[in-house]
């Protein structure tokens, strides 16, 4: 039997090129949207509702009684309750809760797969490398590892975290796609320096300077926070 | 002084998220069109048409006498006169003639960058590694290194060419960017052994099997056809 197809998409703008139908739709957003999903879904949030504008979040939090999550900045979002830091989301604080998030990347790609007939959509990060592993492995589906970039423009800590997940899964797929042999290659040759490497993103410099050091490093620790935020029907919840 | 800012576009597609305005663009196609461009004007053509449309190119090739020259899946395009590989247009033809040629991605990519308000194109390749960067050390302008890919996809051999020029003029312009610090590791990674990784790529699977395997090695070999190929009113020539 033929394996299915694994591909890599680098940037949101590069998404229309591939074919979303029957396939699952990793979304990648490191830094840091989807490390946060994973940790608050992982300390027990009901659900996460993914929103792409600060009116939506603001008119969905009241709704349905959730926290309003969103930074612009590095900073929360005026109008907003708490920001994009998986640190605001320890289990003494969301357990049962529900969290809407806007965020600038990531939950710009997640609505733009699903309008593109994506079959499942889950989100990625180093704090649940396992678990979105195991689950492209059992779905047998073919994979689109959606990076979100920053902004439309390429950036490698999404990069690395698909070659991580390639990595991990290879044997399960077919892969002929130039983005993902050098997503692998990079993951290869930075994940035992990947605290210092990170320090040389720009994305690092544009985060540094509001002092989320600890963030970052955090978000590219694999499985501390390792379940599967699966999309249904608006809703991320565990899968 | 400031130095001037050098980026790394992907993908024709990512084009638009960058300023091209009193900026040089290095229009990569390696497999084969700029490979072949700087070929044809080291062998002494007279001058180079790129155009977009195979009904230009025959348009154009017979109000300027000129050679009309393409190729789709490794064939000459019915109507034209000649293919896309290097090999075809040696001095002892191309001497003195005018090129008229029309390629899948390259071309597009030298057109969007002309309609984007670049301050001046040129053509990059391996064959011609070493007049790029000593131009763009020269120009001390701004630098976009725009990867053409295959029908807007991310290729790496492209990528390997923009990581060549970073490579060898970094120190001359101010890099903050994720793409370009991608391109340069993966070619310090793969500058060794360019011949056997070339084999691993999507690109050299399409064209080995229409027998092109010589073809993409000399795409590989610097600084054998060691010539500037500028864009000047319609024109590639010698720069």
């Known amino acids: ?18 074919d ?9 957003d490191v830094f840091r949207a989807t490390s946060t999903i994973a940790t608050a879904l992982y300390n027990g949030a009901a659900r996460i509702i993914p929103v792409d504008t600060v009116e939506k979040c603001i008119a969905i939090g009241a709704q349905t009684k959730g926290i309003t999550a969103g930074e612009r900045d590095g900073k929360v979002i005026p109008g907003l309750q708490y920001g994009n830091s998986p640190a605001e989301y320890p289990e003494s604080f969301i357990k049962g809760k529900t969290l809407v998030l806007t965020t600038t990347n990531g939950t710009k790609l997640l609505h733009m797969a699903l309008n593109a007939g994506a079959a499942k959509v889950i989100t990625g990060s180093f704090p649940n490398l396992s678990a979105v592993c195991d689950f492209l492995v059992k779905e047998n589906k073919n994979v689109l590892l959606g990076c979100s970039g920053w ?6 800590e999404d990069t690395l975290f698909a070659g991580a997940v390639i990595n ?8 002929h ?12 040759q930075h994940k035992d320096d990947m605290l210092p490497f990170i320090r040389s993103l720009t994305h690092w410099h544009r985060l540094e300077k509001f002092g989320l050091e600890k963030d970052l490093e955090y978000c590219v620790t694999p499985d501390v926070a390792n379940v599967l935020p699966l999309y249904k029907n608006g809703d991320l919840v565990v899968g």
Chains 1, 2 share one sequence.
Not at 10 to 17: F, G, V
Not at 20 to 28: A, D, E, F, K, R
Not at 177 to 188: G, V
Request: hydrophobic fraction near 45%; glycine fraction near 0%.
């Open 1 to 18: 039997m033929n394996k299915p197809v694994l591909h890599t998409v680098l940037s949101p703008k590069l998404l229309k090129l591939y």
């Open 20 to 28: 979303c139908t029957n396939t699952v739709v990793v979304i990648i």
């Open 151 to 156: 902004k439309d423009k390429f950036n490698l």
């Open 168 to 175: 991990k899964i290879k044997e399960n797929f077919t892969i």
């Open 177 to 188: 796609c130039d983005s993902s042999l050098m997503a692998e290659q990079m993951y290869i």
